[in-house]
């Protein structure tokens, strides 16, 4: 596997049901993973770009893609195009996340996509300002008192 992809959450030994995360964001990707690890049954194997999520289904063959759609060089409506000329993967169900007010209702339509406004960063545990992966990395806020937790 690339360094742009790895195993995240759920037991695989307990999950039935895989989920291909097209995320980049290392503030929200790991938020999705471990709600859909504690809320569903699914197991979530994260890309962080299409390139990469692109390459995993050659290993694996999961139960549903959730594709960002605002990832630099190919977006979600893309990557779903692209895998789904697989025939392999051609009937396994996408939803696509936005960060963005403006969702391209004419292309869900036509795809047949369900999307959902992604969640934002998480902000400092004071709540002033968005923590920076950097920040979050380190376990360092830029704001005083504040451990980088969101």
């Known amino acids: 596997m690339s360094q742009d992809t790895e195993l995240l959450a759920g037991d695989p030994q307990e999950a039935t049901k895989t989920i291909l995360l ?21 197991r979530a194997i994260v890309a962080t770009d299409g390139h990469a999520a692109l390459q995993l289904v050659r290993h ?15 977006n979600g409506i893309e990557l779903y195009d692209r895998l789904h000329i697989d025939k392999a993967l051609a009937a396994i169900p996408a939803i696509l996340m936005t960060a963005s007010r403006h969702v391209p209702q004419q292309q869900l339509r036509h795809h047949q996509l369900t999307a959902f406004k992604k969640p934002s960063s998480p902000r400092c545990e004071q709540g002033r300002e968005p923590i920076a992966s950097s920040c979050r990395a ?8 504040c451990r980088g937790v969101p």
């Open 22 to 42: 097209d995320e980049e964001d290392p503030a929200i990707s790991p938020l999705l993973v471990e709600t859909s690890g504690q809320e569903t049954p699914y």
């Open 60 to 74: 694996c063959t999961p139960d549903l893609f959730l594709l960002d759609d605002g990832l630099p060089g190919m």
């Open 138 to 145: 380190s376990n360092q806020c830029s704001q005083k008192g």
